[in-house]
T-cell receptor, first 117, second 111 residues
């Protein structure tokens, strides 16, 4: 069964450093997403991406964040200058697209645990 | 962004019992509704979409009441493997909109 994959599974970084989290969405999916979950809290939407541009972003997704689809398979989230409060699990998700599925189900990768020291 | 509210639990239920969770959402214009389950420190996994007419998948039944902005999940003949956190999830706009998650209801099935 096709699945979303993410690397690395765990990233430790120093405050102020840049990190890039990588995702490979399901191959025939058209919509890509990033979410985060701070330990003990709910999953929060960051950004959605379609047709090589951002479709929607939340208030969390400020100028420190950027996304890119550098090739036909990878989808990345970059945090330019990490802060302590960026420590969280970051989930990538993908969906076929609402044209093909009236409910646009999103499927999640296993996550990258980011620890900022 | 609007809210999705759930009772956090925990619900402690004996194996074989029936358990029901509820969820309310605040945005009346919400388009799509889902239940996901999340095991400790793992990703959310789609359990089922929730349709206006109600739908069933094996031991799981989901209901949607748009007038009351209320979603429910019923688990029959609960198994030890059903122990998890159940997330009520709403897609407010459809299309490429992000999902809004509730905080989840923690279920513990006891042998």
């Amino acid at each position: 069964e096709p699945e979303v994959t993410q690397t690395p599974s765990h990233q430790v970084t120093q405050m102020g450093q840049e990190v890039i989290l990588r995702c490979v969405p399901i191959s025939n999916h058209l919509y890509f997403y990033w979410y985060r979950q701070i330990l003990g809290q709910k999953v929060e939407f960051l950004v959605s991406f379609y047709n090589n541009e951002i479709s929607e972003k939340s208030e969390i997704f400020d100028d420190q964040f950027s996304v890119e689809r550098p090739d036909g398979s990878n989808f990345t989230l970059k945090i330019r200058s990490t802060k302590l409060e960026d420590s969280a699990m970051y989930f990538c998700a993908s969906s076929e697209g609402w044209v093909f599925s009236s409910h646009n189900e999103q499927f999640f990768g296993p996550g990258t645990r980011l620890t900022v020291l | 962004r609007k809210e999705v509210e759930q009772d956090p639990g925990p619900f402690n239920v004996p194996e074989g019992a029936t358990v029901a969770f509820n969820c309310t959402y605040s945005n009346s214009a919400s388009q799509s509704f889902f239940w996901y389950r999340q095991d400790c420190r793992k990703e959310p996994k789609l359990l089922m979409s929730v349709y206006s007419s109600g739908n069933e998948d094996g031991r799981f039944t989901a209901q949607l009441n748009r007038a009351s902005q209320y979603i429910s999940l019923l688990i029959r003949d609960s198994k030890l493997s059903d122990s998890a956190t159940y997330l009520c999830v709403v897609n407010e706009g459809g299309g490429a909109d992000g999902l809004t998650f509730g905080k989840g209801t923690h279920l513990i099935i006891q042998p």
